[in-house]
C-alpha cells in the first residue's frame, strides 16, 4: 500500500537523513570554506568588538520581544474585539518584510523625518532621532514581537478551558492562577521562542547597521561579509561563522534544559470562561492598541507609499509574484516534509533526544546564510553548474531556514498525538499509512497549517536567490524590489514592497486558515 | 505537426544552438537588470557577433572579485566586467585575467593605461541633496555645518569604499581628525547605496552619498529638478568601472570582440541612462541633457589600484576608530 | 434549595432558558443530544457565564457572582488536575489555591485522600496514576470542599465499564459523607439510573424541570425518545 510505504519511509529513513543534511548544510559548509581558505583565522579587536555588541543587541532585543510578547499574547487571548483575527493573521507581517521594506516603513513613523517627528515639529519639540543601540532594539522588537505573541498565544491556547474553570471554581484568584496554570505554560514556551527570537536577532546585520548609527552596530554577521567582499579571508570569515555557532549553541544548551510545552491542539480560540476578562479589558486593549499602532503604522506607510504607485510597475511583476509563489511553495512542501520526517521519527524517543533533534533543526538557522552560500557553492562547483541548480539550492536553503519554526510547531503536537492514540493505534493493529494519514495529518492539521504559512511566508521574504547560484532569469519579488532600488526607482519599489506583503500575507493566511478548517477537533 | 517534422525540429534547433558559440559575461547584478544597461548590451552585441551572450549577475563589484576567486581558473566566465579601481589591484594578483589589446579614445580624467583591463564608465563620488539646500563648500564646512548626512559602509559598499578613498585623498594624514568632525554629522552607516538613496528620499537626512550624476536621473527619468550634488573643493574621488579577460576563456577571439564592443559607441552610448554614469569614450552623440560635466583632472581624485590596495587596511582603520566613539 | 428563576443563558446564537428548582439532597441526571446545552446548564449555573434573563438562587439567597464564591464544587471528564502537582497538592488546592496550608489543613487533605484510598500517591503526579485514580484525586478534593452542590460534567465518560462502577460508587460515598446535591451531566441511560433520583432534559434550547429518574424513562419525552433511540 503506497500510504504505508511512503510512512514507512518518512519515518525510519526521512528522520535520519535530515538530520544527516542538517549538519551537511551547517558544519560541512563552514569547513569547506575554511578549507578553501587556509584554516580559521584570527580575529582582531574589532571582530570582538562586533562579538560582543552582536550578544548584546541579540539578547536586549530578544528579552524585551518575548517580554512585551507575553501580556499582548495574554491580551489576545482573553479579549474578544472586531479584528482580532485579522490582528492575528497582521502579526505574520512583520516578519516575512525584507528588512529595507520593514526600515524604510519603520522610520516613516519613527524617523527624523517620521509622523512622530513631525508630530513634535508642529509643537516645536525636537525631532526624535531613533538612531543607535535603542534604534537597532526598537527595529528587531518590530520585526520579531509579532511572532513572538504568535508562539505564545498558541501556548495560551493551548491551556484547556476547563483548567481555568476548575481554578475559578476553586475561588483561586488572577494571580494564583497565573501561578497555577500560565506560568507553567509560559516556562515551558518561553524558552524555545526566545531560542528563535535570539537566532534571528543574532544573524541580522543590515537592520543593526542602517539604524546602528555606524560601526558600533556591526555584528558578527557584517563582520564575515567583510572577511569575504573585501578581504577575501576566508579562514576568518570561517572562525565567526564559528563563533555564532557557539554563541547559538550555548542559548540552545540553556533552552535545552527546560521541558518542551504540552500542546492540547486547540486552536486560537478566545478563552470565554476567565473571570478576570472584564477586570483587565483597559489594561489588556492597552496593550493591543499600542501593540498593533506599532505594527500597523509602519505597514500602513508601506502600503499607502506603494499603494499609488502599482500602476506604474512593469509587467515583470507578474512573472516575479509567479516565480516567488512557486518557490515558496516548494520551499514549504520541502519544509514542511523535513519537519514532519524528524517530529515523527524521534516522535517517541525521551524527551532529551527531541530537544537535541531540535536544536539540530535550528542550525539552519543558526549558520550565516553568506557562509552557507559559499560553502555550498565550493561544494558543488566541482560538480555542476551552479546556475542549473538555482531553484533546487533556493528551496533548500529557505526550508532550512524554516525547518526551526516548523519544528517548534509541529513537534510537540505530534509528541502529544503519540501519546494520546499509540495505544488505540496498537489496539487497532493500524498500519503506519493509516496512522498517517487518518490520525496524524488529520489531527495536526492546524499546527501543520500555521507551520506551512511560515515556511511559505518566509521563503517569499526571503532574497530568494542565493547571489552565487542566482540565475539572472530567475527574478523573484525581493529581487526585483532590490533591483528598482539599486537602479534609483524607488517608488516602483515601494509598489513592488505592496505586492511582497500582500502576496506573503494571503500565503500565509491560506495556510493557517486552511489548516484551522480542516481541524477535526 | 506529426512527430517526424517536430523531432527534425527540435534536432535542427538544437544543432543551431549548439553551433552559436556562448560567451560568458560575469557582472553586477544591477548591470542586468531590466532597468540597468544589460538588456540593450545584450540585444546590441548579439546584433553583430553571431553568438550568445549571457550575461551573470554576481552581486556587487565586489562579490562579483570573490566569486572569481572562488572559481578560480575553472570558471566559466570569459569576461569579468564591474570591477572597479579599488578592486583591479587584488583581481590582478590572482593571476587569473590575461592583457588584453583594447584600445580606445578614453574620455577618463586622468587617461586610462593598463594591459589587464579596460574601462567601460566612470563616475564621481558626491554628497546629493535638495536643490533649496545650500552646499557645503567642502568637507570642512560639512564637518562644521549641523547637516545630516547617510553614508555606506565601506566594509560591504562600493560607494562606502569610495568615500574612505576620498576622504584619505583630500585630507592624507589629516583624515582621522576629519572624520572624528564628521560623526556627528552622520545620521547612519548603511550596508549599501540602495538603503542609504531610499532613505534621503524619504527625508531621513539633508544629505546623502551618491554620485555625481545621481541627479541627472532626477532629471531626465523624471523631470525632478529638485536634486544637485555638493560641489566640494578638494575635487571628487572617482569610480572607474573595467572589465578584463579571464586566462581560462575558452572564446578568445569572441572575448576581445565584446571587449571592442564594449568601448565603442554602440555600448557606450546605452551606459548614461541606464547605468546613470559617465561613458568611458564619450560618445559622438555626446552626453545627454542633464547631465553634469566631467571636473577639470585637478578635481578629480583617485589612486592607482596598487596604492589604493596598500591604503584601505590602514583607512578602514582610522573610520572605525573616529566613528566608534 | 436551587432555583433556576426564568434563566436564559445565551453564547453568540445560541440560548438556554430554565426555570426550574431542584430540592437540597437530589441527585439530578442532565439528560440530552449532545450541542444541545447541558454543558451550558452546567456553566451558568457554576457562574462562568452570566444570565441574560432571570436569576440564579441557592437557600433563598442569590448566587453570587464569581464562581469561587458559590458554595459549588466541579468535576469535568478532564482537566481537573493540574499536571505539574502532586496528588497532595492537586487536593489541598480545593482548601487554598495559593497551597498555604495549616498542619490541621494538611491533616484534613490526607484524610481525603485516605477516603479514596490514595494515601499512598501523596507525592506522585497524575500522569504516573490510572485513569481510574485520577478520577479519585477528584473526588477527594470534592470532598474535601464540602460544598453543598456538585456539578458534574461527564466525570466518567472515558472510564471502562468497572473502574465507572467503582466511581460511581466512590462518589455516592462522597456525597452521602456531604449530604450535597449534585447535578451529572451523563450520555448513558445506565448511568443516570445508577445515579440519580431525577432528570433534566436539555433540548432545543429549554432545560426541563426534574422529574423522578424511573418515570423519566418509563415515559420519555419525544426528544428523548429520538436520542435514545432502543436503548430503553
Same mark, same amino acid.
Given at each position: 500500500?503506497?500510504?504505508?510505504?511512503?510512512?514507512?519511509?518518512?519515518?525510519?529513513?526521512?528522520?535520519?537523513?535530515?538530520?544527516?543534511?542538517?549538519?551537511?548544510?551547517?558544519?560541512?559548509?563552514?569547513?569547506?570554506?575554511?578549507?578553501?581558505?587556509?584554516?580559521?583565522?584570527?580575529?582582531?579587536?574589532?571582530?570582538?568588538?562586533?562579538?560582543?555588541?552582536?550578544?548584546?543587541?541579540?539578547?536586549?532585543?530578544?528579552?524585551?520581544?518575548?517580554?512585551?510578547?507575553?501580556?499582548?499574547?495574554?491580551?489576545?487571548?482573553?479579549?474578544?474585539?472586531?479584528?482580532?483575527?485579522?490582528?492575528?493573521?497582521?502579526?505574520?507581517?512583520?516578519?516575512?518584510?525584507?528588512?529595507?521594506?520593514?526600515?524604510?516603513?519603520?522610520?516613516?513613523?519613527?524617523?527624523?523625518?517620521?509622523?512622530?517627528?513631525?508630530?513634535?515639529?508642529?509643537?516645536?519639540?525636537?525631532?526624535?532621532?531613533?538612531?543607535?543601540?535603542?534604534?537597532?532594539?526598537?527595529?528587531?522588537?518590530?520585526?520579531?514581537?509579532?511572532?513572538?505573541?504568535?508562539?505564545?498565544?498558541?501556548?495560551?491556547?493551548?491551556?484547556?478551558?476547563?483548567?481555568?474553570?476548575? +481554578?475559578?471554581?476553586?475561588?483561586?484568584?488572577?494571580?494564583?492562577?497565573?501561578?497555577?496554570?500560565?506560568?507553567?505554560?509560559?516556562?515551558?514556551?518561553?524558552?524555545?521562542?526566545?531560542?528563535?527570537?535570539?537566532?534571528?536577532?543574532?544573524?541580522?546585520?543590515?537592520?543593526?547597521?542602517?539604524?546602528?548609527?555606524?560601526?558600533?552596530?556591526?555584528?558578527?554577521?557584517?563582520?564575515?561579509?567583510?572577511?569575504?567582499?573585501?578581504?577575501?579571508?576566508?579562514?576568518?570569515?570561517?572562525?565567526?561563522?564559528?563563533?555564532?555557532?557557539?554563541?547559538?549553541?550555548?542559548?540552545?544548551?540553556?533552552?535545552?534544559?527546560?521541558?518542551?510545552?504540552?500542546?492540547?491542539?486547540?486552536?486560537?480560540?478566545?478563552?470565554?470562561?476567565?473571570?478576570?476578562?472584564?477586570?483587565?479589558?483597559?489594561?489588556?486593549?492597552?496593550?493591543?492598541?499600542?501593540?498593533?499602532?506599532?505594527?500597523?503604522?509602519?505597514?500602513?506607510?508601506?502600503?499607502?507609499?506603494?499603494?499609488?504607485?502599482?500602476?506604474?510597475?512593469?509587467?515583470?511583476?507578474?512573472?516575479?509574484?509567479?516565480?516567488?509563489?512557486?518557490?515558496?511553495?516548494?520551499?514549504?512542501?520541502?519544509?514542511?516534509?523535513?519537519?514532519?520526517?524528524?517530529?515523527?521519527?524521534?516522535?517517541?524517543?525521551?524527551?532529551?533526544?527531541?530537544?537535541?533533534?531540535?536544536?539540530?533543526?535550528?542550525?539552519?538557522?543558526?549558520?550565516?546564510?553568506?557562509?552557507?552560500?559559499?560553502?555550498?557553492?565550493?561544494?558543488?562547483?566541482?560538480?555542476?553548474?551552479?546556475?542549473?541548480?538555482?531553484?533546487?539550492?533556493?528551496?533548500?536553503?529557505?526550508?532550512?531556514?524554516?525547518?526551526?519554526?516548523?519544528?517548534?510547531?509541529?513537534?510537540?503536537?505530534?509528541?502529544?498525538?503519540?501519546?494520546?492514540?499509540?495505544?488505540?493505534?496498537?489496539?487497532?493493529?493500524?498500519?503506519?499509512?493509516?496512522?498517517?494519514?487518518?490520525?496524524?495529518?488529520?489531527?495536526?492539521?492546524?499546527?501543520?497549517?500555521?507551520?506551512?504559512?511560515?515556511?511559505? +511566508?518566509?521563503?517569499?521574504?526571503?532574497?530568494?536567490?542565493?547571489?552565487?547560484?542566482?540565475?539572472?532569469?530567475?527574478?523573484?519579488?525581493?529581487?526585483?524590489?532590490?533591483?528598482?532600488?539599486?537602479?534609483?526607482?524607488?517608488?516602483?519599489?515601494?509598489?513592488?514592497?505592496?505586492?511582497?506583503?500582500?502576496?506573503?500575507?494571503?500565503?500565509?493566511?491560506?495556510?493557517?486558515?486552511?489548516?484551522?478548517?480542516?481541524?477535526?477537533? | 505537426?506529426?512527430?517526424?517534422?517536430?523531432? #527534425?525540429?527540435?534536432?535542427?534547433?538544437?544543432?543551431?544552438?549548439?553551433?552559436?558559440?556562448?560567451?560568458?559575461?560575469?557582472?553586477?547584478?544591477?548591470?542586468?537588470?531590466?532597468?540597468?544597461?544589460?538588456?540593450?548590451?545584450?540585444?546590441?552585441?548579439?546584433?553583430?557577433?553571431?553568438?550568445?551572450?549571457?550575461?551573470?549577475?554576481?552581486?556587487?563589484?565586489?562579490?562579483?572579485?570573490?566569486?572569481?576567486?572562488?572559481?578560480?581558473?575553472? @570558471?566559466?566566465?570569459?569576461?569579468?566586467?564591474?570591477?572597479?579601481?579599488?578592486?583591479?589591484?587584488?583581481?590582478?594578483?590572482?593571476?587569473?585575467?590575461?592583457?588584453?589589446?583594447?584600445?580606445?579614445?578614453?574620455?577618463?580624467?586622468?587617461?586610462?593605461?593598463?594591459?589587464?583591463?579596460?574601462?567601460?564608465?566612470?563616475?564621481?563620488?558626491?554628497?546629493?541633496?535638495?536643490?533649496?539646500?545650500?552646499?557645503?563648500?567642502?568637507?570642512?564646512?560639512?564637518?562644521?555645518?549641523?547637516?545630516?548626512?547617510?553614508?555606506?559602509?565601506?566594509?560591504?559598499?562600493?560607494?562606502?569604499?569610495?568615500?574612505?578613498?576620498?576622504?584619505?585623498? #583630500?585630507?592624507?594624514?589629516?583624515?582621522?581628525?576629519?572624520?572624528?568632525?564628521?560623526?556627528?554629522?552622520?545620521?547612519?552607516?548603511?550596508?549599501?547605496?540602495?538603503?542609504?538613496?531610499?532613505?534621503?528620499?524619504?527625508?531621513? #537626512?539633508?544629505?546623502?552619498?551618491?554620485?555625481?550624476?545621481?541627479?541627472?536621473?532626477?532629471?531626465?527619468?523624471?523631470?525632478?529638478?529638485?536634486?544637485?550634488?555638493?560641489?566640494?573643493?578638494?575635487?571628487?574621488?572617482?569610480?572607474?568601472?573595467?572589465?578584463?579577460?579571464?586566462? @581560462?576563456?575558452?572564446?578568445?577571439?569572441?572575448?576581445?570582440?565584446?571587449?571592442?564592443?564594449?568601448?565603442?559607441?554602440?555600448?557606450?552610448?546605452?551606459?548614461?541612462?541606464?547605468?546613470?554614469?559617465?561613458?568611458?569614450?564619450?560618445?559622438?552623440?555626446?552626453?545627454?541633457?542633464?547631465?553634469?560635466? #566631467?571636473?577639470?583632472?585637478?578635481?578629480?581624485?583617485?589612486?592607482?589600484?596598487?596604492?589604493?590596495?596598500?591604503?584601505?587596511?590602514?583607512?578602514?582603520?582610522?573610520?572605525?576608530?573616529?566613528?566608534?566613539? | 434549595?436551587?432555583?433556576?428563576?426564568?434563566?436564559?443563558?445565551?453564547?453568540?446564537?445560541?440560548?438556554?432558558?430554565?426555570?426550574?428548582?431542584?430540592?437540597?439532597?437530589?441527585?439530578?441526571?442532565?439528560?440530552?443530544?449532545?450541542?444541545?446545552?447541558?454543558?451550558?446548564?452546567?456553566?451558568?449555573?457554576?457562574?462562568?457565564?452570566?444570565?441574560?434573563?432571570?436569576?440564579?438562587?441557592?437557600?433563598?439567597?442569590?448566587?453570587?457572582?464569581? %464562581?469561587?464564591?458559590?458554595?459549588?464544587?466541579?468535576?469535568?471528564?478532564?482537566?481537573?488536575?493540574? %499536571?505539574?502537582?502532586?496528588?497532595?497538592?492537586?487536593?489541598?488546592?480545593?482548601?487554598?489555591?495559593?497551597?498555604?496550608?495549616?498542619? %490541621?489543613?494538611?491533616?484534613?487533605?490526607?484524610?481525603?485522600?485516605?477516603?479514596?484510598?490514595?494515601?499512598?500517591?501523596?507525592?506522585?503526579?497524575?500522569?504516573?496514576?490510572?485513569?481510574?485514580?485520577?478520577?479519585?484525586?477528584?473526588?477527594?478534593?470534592?470532598?474535601?470542599?464540602?460544598?453543598?452542590?456538585?456539578?458534574?460534567?461527564?466525570?466518567?465518560?472515558?472510564?471502562?465499564?468497572?473502574?465507572?462502577?467503582?466511581?460511581?460508587?466512590?462518589?455516592?460515598?462522597?456525597?452521602?459523607?456531604?449530604?450535597?446535591?449534585?447535578?451529572?451531566?451523563?450520555?448513558?441511560?445506565?448511568?443516570?439510573?445508577?445515579?440519580?433520583?431525577?432528570?433534566?432534559?436539555?433540548?432545543?434550547?429549554?432545560?426541563?424541570?426534574?422529574?423522578?429518574?424511573?418515570?423519566?424513562?418509563?415515559?420519555?419525552?419525544?426528544?428523548?425518545?429520538?436520542?435514545?433511540?432502543?436503548?430503553?
Amino acid at each position: 500500500m503506497a500510504g504505508g510505504v511512503i510512512a514507512v519511509i518518512i519515518r525510519i529513513i526521512g528522520g535520519g537523513a535530515v538530520l544527516v543534511a542538517l549538519l551537511a548544510f551547517s558544519f560541512s559548509t563552514v569547513l569547506a570554506v575554511a578549507l578553501h581558505g587556509d584554516g580559521l583565522g584570527t580575529l582582531g579587536s574589532y571582530d570582538w568588538q562586533a562579538v560582543r555588541f552582536t550578544i548584546w543587541q541579540a539578547l536586549a532585543s530578544t528579552g524585551l520581544s518575548v517580554g512585551i510578547a507575553v501580556p499582548v499574547a495574554r491580551a489576545l487571548a482573553r479579549q474578544d474585539f472586531k479584528g482580532r483575527s485579522l490582528l492575528i493573521t497582521l502579526l505574520g507581517a512583520p516578519f516575512i518584510l525584507p528588512v529595507i521594506v520593514g526600515v524604510l516603513g519603520l522610520l516613516a513613523v519613527f524617523g527624523r523625518a517620521g509622523w512622530i517627528s513631525q508630530g513634535l515639529d508642529l509643537f516645536g519639540l525636537d525631532r526624535l532621532s531613533i538612531y543607535g543601540p535603542a534604534g537597532v532594539i526598537l527595529a528587531h522588537v518590530f520585526f520579531n514581537l509579532p511572532l513572538a505573541t504568535r508562539f505564545i498565544l498558541q501556548g495560551w491556547a493551548s491551556i484547556p478551558p476547563d483548567r481555568f474553570r476548575v +481554578a475559578d471554581s476553586l475561588g483561586a484568584q488572577p494571580w494564583t492562577q497565573f501561578q497555577l496554570i500560565e506560568w507553567p505554560m509560559l516556562r515551558a514556551m518561553l524558552p524555545g521562542t526566545f531560542l528563535l527570537i535570539f537566532l534571528l536577532c543574532l544573524t541580522s546585520f543590515a537592520v543593526a547597521l542602517a539604524i546602528g548609527g555606524g560601526p558600533r552596530g556591526t555584528t558578527i554577521e557584517l563582520a564575515i561579509y567583510q572577511s569575504f567582499r573585501l578581504d577575501f579571508d576566508l579562514g576568518k570569515a570561517s572562525s565567526l561563522a564559528l563563533i555564532q555557532f557557539v554563541i547559538c549553541g550555548t542559548v540552545a544548551a540553556l533552552a535545552i534544559l527546560i521541558p518542551l510545552p504540552r500542546n492540547d491542539g486547540h486552536g486560537l480560540g478566545l478563552i470565554h470562561t476567565r473571570q478576570d476578562v472584564q477586570s483587565n479589558r483597559i489594561i489588556d486593549f492597552g496593550f493591543i492598541s499600542i501593540t498593533a499602532a506599532f505594527l500597523i503604522l509602519p505597514l500602513a506607510s508601506i502600503v499607502i507609499r506603494g499603494a499609488i504607485h502599482l500602476p506604474e510597475l512593469p509587467n515583470a511583476v507578474f512573472a516575479a509574484a509567479w516565480t516567488s509563489l512557486w518557490i515558496a511553495l516548494i520551499s514549504t512542501s520541502l519544509c514542511i516534509g523535513m519537519a514532519l520526517s524528524l517530529a515523527l521519527s524521534f516522535a517517541r524517543t525521551g524527551q532529551t533526544t527531541q530537544k537535541l533533534v531540535e536544536v539540530v533543526g535550528i542550525l539552519g538557522l543558526a549558520t550565516s546564510p553568506l557562509v552557507v552560500g559559499t560553502g555550498l557553492f565550493l561544494m558543488i562547483f566541482p560538480f555542476a553548474h551552479p546556475m542549473s541548480l538555482a531553484v533546487p539550492v533556493t528551496a533548500m536553503v529557505n526550508a532550512m531556514m524554516a525547518l526551526p519554526f516548523a519544528l517548534r510547531v509541529l513537534f510537540p503536537a505530534i509528541r502529544d498525538t503519540y501519546v494520546d492514540y499509540i495505544r488505540l493505534r496498537e489496539s487497532l493493529m493500524m498500519s503506519s499509512g493509516t496512522w498517517l494519514w487518518k490520525v496524524i495529518l488529520p489531527r495536526l492539521s492546524k499546527p501543520l497549517g500555521f507551520a506551512a504559512g511560515l515556511a511559505a +511566508a518566509l521563503s517569499m521574504g526571503d532574497l530568494g536567490v542565493i547571489a552565487l547560484f542566482a540565475d539572472p532569469d530567475l527574478q523573484t519579488l525581493p529581487l526585483m524590489l532590490y533591483r528598482l532600488m539599486g537602479a534609483y526607482r524607488m517608488d516602483q519599489a515601494a509598489a513592488v514592497a505592496v505586492v511582497l506583503v500582500a502576496q506573503s500575507l494571503a500565503l500565509f493566511w491560506i495556510f493557517d486558515r486552511g489548516g484551522r478548517r480542516h481541524a477535526t477537533s | 505537426m506529426n512527430n517526424i517534422t517536430l523531432f #527534425a525540429g527540435l534536432f535542427l534547433a538544437s544543432a543551431a544552438v549548439a553551433d552559436t558559440p556562448v560567451l560568458t559575461v560575469y557582472t553586477y547584478d544591477s548591470f542586468i537588470s531590466d532597468w540597468g544597461p544589460g538588456p540593450a548590451v545584450e540585444a546590441a552585441f548579439e546584433a553583430t557577433c553571431g553568438c550568445d551572450l549571457q550575461m551573470v549577475g554576481a552581486g556587487d563589484g565586489a562579490a562579483l572579485l570573490a566569486r572569481i576567486r572562488l572559481e578560480g581558473s575553472r @570558471s566559466e566566465a570569459d569576461i569579468v566586467m564591474g570591477l572597479d579601481t579599488n578592486l583591479t589591484h587584488a583581481a590582478s594578483e590572482t593571476g587569473l585575467f590575461t592583457s588584453i589589446s583594447t584600445a580606445a579614445d578614453y574620455t577618463v580624467p586622468g587617461g586610462w593605461n593598463n594591459s589587464l583591463f579596460a574601462p567601460f564608465d566612470w563616475g564621481y563620488f558626491a554628497f546629493v541633496h535638495n536643490t533649496d539646500l545650500e552646499s557645503p563648500k567642502n568637507f570642512k564646512e560639512l564637518a562644521a555645518s549641523n547637516l545630516k548626512i547617510i553614508i555606506q559602509d565601506p566594509r560591504s559598499s562600493t560607494p562606502g569604499l569610495g568615500l574612505l578613498m576620498w576622504v584619505k585623498a #583630500a585630507y592624507g594624514v589629516e583624515a582621522a581628525s576629519l572624520w572624528a568632525e564628521l560623526a556627528d554629522n552622520i545620521v547612519t552607516v548603511t550596508a549599501g547605496w540602495s538603503e542609504a538613496y531610499g532613505m534621503f528620499l524619504e527625508g531621513e #537626512a539633508d544629505m546623502v552619498l551618491s554620485y555625481t550624476t545621481s541627479p541627472a536621473y532626477h532629471i531626465i527619468a523624471e523631470g525632478d529638478a529638485s536634486k544637485k550634488y555638493a560641489k566640494f573643493d578638494e575635487g571628487h574621488y572617482m569610480q572607474i568601472e573595467v572589465a578584463g579577460k579571464l586566462a @581560462s576563456t575558452d572564446q578568445n577571439a569572441l572575448a576581445d570582440q565584446f571587449l571592442d564592443f564594449m568601448v565603442s559607441d554602440a555600448f557606450q552610448d546605452i551606459i548614461p541612462t541606464t547605468n546613470w554614469m559617465f561613458p568611458a569614450v564619450t560618445p559622438a552623440a555626446g552626453l545627454p541633457d542633464g547631465f553634469p560635466k #566631467a571636473l577639470p583632472d585637478s578635481q578629480s581624485l583617485i589612486f592607482s589600484p596598487s596604492e589604493a590596495a596598500a591604503i584601505r587596511t590602514g583607512a578602514l582603520e582610522e573610520w572605525q576608530a573616529a566613528l566608534s566613539q | 434549595m436551587l432555583h433556576l428563576n426564568q434563566v436564559e443563558f445565551t453564547q453568540g446564537s445560541f440560548s438556554l432558558v430554565a426555570n426550574f428548582k431542584i430540592q437540597t439532597g437530589a441527585k439530578v441526571a442532565v439528560i440530552g443530544p449532545s450541542g444541545e446545552g447541558k454543558s451550558t446548564l452546567l456553566h451558568g449555573i457554576a457562574g462562568f457565564l452570566k444570565p441574560t434573563r432571570g436569576n440564579i438562587r441557592w437557600a433563598g439567597e442569590p448566587m453570587p457572582n464569581h %464562581p469561587g464564591l458559590r458554595p459549588i464544587s466541579l468535576l469535568f471528564q478532564d482537566h481537573n488536575l493540574f %499536571p505539574h502537582l502532586t496528588v497532595f497538592n492537586n487536593v489541598a488546592i480545593g482548601l487554598n489555591p495559593r497551597l498555604r496550608l495549616s498542619a %490541621p489543613q494538611k491533616k484534613q487533605v490526607s484524610l481525603a485522600l485516605q477516603k479514596v484510598g490514595l494515601q499512598d500517591r501523596n507525592e506522585s503526579y497524575p500522569s504516573d496514576l490510572s485513569g481510574g485514580q485520577r478520577g479519585r484525586i477528584g473526588l477527594a478534593r470534592v470532598l474535601l470542599r464540602q460544598r453543598p452542590l456538585l456539578l458534574l460534567d461527564e466525570p466518567f465518560a472515558a472510564l471502562g465499564p468497572a473502574l465507572k462502577d467503582e466511581m460511581l460508587e466512590a462518589l455516592d460515598n462522597v456525597l452521602s459523607s456531604n449530604s450535597a446535591t449534585a447535578l451529572m451531566v451523563t450520555h448513558d441511560p445506565q448511568d443516570a439510573l445508577i445515579f440519580a433520583d431525577q432528570a433534566i432534559l436539555v433540548a432545543d434550547g429549554y432545560a426541563s424541570a426534574p422529574q423522578p429518574i424511573q418515570e423519566f424513562f418509563d415515559d420519555p419525552p419525544r426528544a428523548l425518545k429520538a436520542y435514545l433511540g432502543n436503548r430503553t
